[in-house]
């Protein structure tokens, strides 16, 4: 069965197909983006967004200067590929960075070596992200970070975590220069609402995050990934921080916001229309005239 009818039938795909269309969500970067694909397509189908079809791009293994390359099986080409086979595509999520600093690990305790490896995987990111954007300027991209990891052979969790957020902080740094680009870290998000069990720390609990510990062990099935179940917990996090907002429609005839169509909005109108706010443009032309209360009766009677 081809890619297409795969996402015709089940609203996701897995790598491969780069001539695949259909797809409103695209899913490029390592094992992370394979993982959490098929969670976040269930919830987009859980909170209603079905129409979402999810594409997975996740490659196991894969490194940001793979995808910032030219290797038509995974770089840029092929990304370039992808978002041209996909034109319905609105919302691109990248997961990617790990797996280059994981092939440093080695190295860790060398500042200036991890200084160098983070630079890159930021430039590479950088290049990728450039890419998508200039392939299709009318897509956003949401880059979603890591959690804390399970400790890894004899290296010192503290340490591992201190890389990895100053990978998160380089990161935010960057996406506050791209305009369509979007980045959100991740760590501390298994303590947070598992807790730490085993030091009797309750989920929720004021002293999380804890930098100088790794996830609860529960959590994750290697040292890298979460359990099947945590991804999709992770998918939910995902669906309320970025996705519910780009996914569903607002309901413009609740110009008062209380989530509730009443007369109340109309009086609400009618403040949005003497005060020129947002709340006024009900037909979307960009202008706030007496066109908009024809525009928000028929608004209103369609209900939301």
């Not at 409103?24 to 859980?46: C, H, M, Y």
């Not at 510990?213 to 290697?222: E, G, K, Q, W």
């Not at 040292?223 to 607002?250: G, K, M, Q, S, W």
Request: charged content about 20%.
């Amino acid at each position: 069965m081809d890619c297409l009818k795969l996402v015709a039938l089940y609203g996701v795909c897995v790598s491969g197909f780069a001539g695949a269309q259909g797809a409103e969500v695209v899913v490029f970067g390592d094992s992370w983006a394979n993982r959490l694909s098929s969670p976040l397509r269930q919830t987009l189908i859980d909170e209603g967004a079905s129409d979402y079809a999810v594409l997975n791009e996740g490659v196991e293994g894969a490194r940001a200067d793979e995808l910032a390359s030219s290797d038509p099986s995974i770089g840029l080409p092929y990304i370039e590929s992808v978002l041209l086979a996909n034109p319905d595509a609105e919302l691109v999520h990248l997961s990617i960075g790990g797996n280059d600093l994981f092939d440093g690990i080695l190295f860790i305790n060398n500042d200036s070596i991890v200084n160098s490896l983070l630079n890159r995987v930021v430039g590479d990111t950088e290049t990728i992200v450039q890419q998508i954007l200039s392939v299709r300027p009318d897509v956003e991209v949401y880059h979603s970070g890591y959690d804390f990891l399970q400790p890894i052979l004899f290296f010192d969790p503290a340490r591992v975590n201190e890389v990895m957020l100053d990978l998160d902080s380089r990161l935010l740094a960057l996406a506050d220069t791209i305009p369509g680009y979007t980045y959100e870290g991740y760590y501390g998000f298994a303590q947070i609402t598992y807790g730490i069990p085993a030091l009797g720390i309750p989920p929720g609990d004021p002293s999380l995050p804890r930098i100088d510990l790794p996830s609860p062990d529960f959590t994750f099935v290697d040292e890298i990934h979460y359990t099947p179940a945590v991804y999709e917990v992770f998918a939910d996090e995902l669906y309320v921080r970025f996705y519910e907002p780009r996914v569903t429609d607002p309901c413009v005839a609740d110009v008062n916001g209380d989530g509730i169509l009443s007369p109340a909005d109309f009086t609400a109108w009618i403040d949005a229309y003497n005060g020129g706010g947002a709340g006024c443009d009900q037909n979307a032309n960009g202008s706030c005239t007496p066109a908009d209360f024809t525009a928000w009766i028929t608004n209103y009677n369609n209900g939301c």
